[in-house]
């Protein structure tokens, strides 16, 4: 699966990056902004599977590129983390109700960013009959 990671700063890019090639995540592709990822995520043909965005960007941020995903087809479903140094409640109840399936505060381990997309990509549990 390709994981698209955006971030406007190119050193945070890396810093996730080099967090999910520790976890063994090696098919990546990088935006400088929302306005190139979704660009990139158009051209990709349903490629991309997995989105990492920071939340504050020039041209387009976070919210506003979760809220294009959603409306693209393929993009309902596809997990969408948030990766900010925003922590206030507000901002991050604000992030989920854009469709944002988790938020993670920086600075993050790999651990929690692994725990993170291993949770979204998990299937969801069964009710049992």
Sequence with gaps: ?????????????????????RIG??????????????DK????????????????M????????????????GGKALPILMVTARSVREDIITALESEVNYYIVKPFTPAVLKEKIDALLSPAPSVAS
């Design 1 to 21: 699966m390709k994981y698209l990671v955006v971030d406007d700063s190119a050193t945070m890019r890396r810093i996730v990056v080099n967090s999910l090639q």
């Design 25 to 38: 995540v090696t098919d990546v592709v990088e935006a400088g902004d929302g306005k190139e990822a979704l």
């Design 41 to 56: 995520f158009d051209a990709s043909n349903g490629a991309i599977g997995f989105i990492i965005t920071d939340w504050n």
């Design 58 to 73: 020039p041209n387009m941020g976070g919210i506003d590129l979760a809220k294009a995903i959603r409306s693209r087809p």
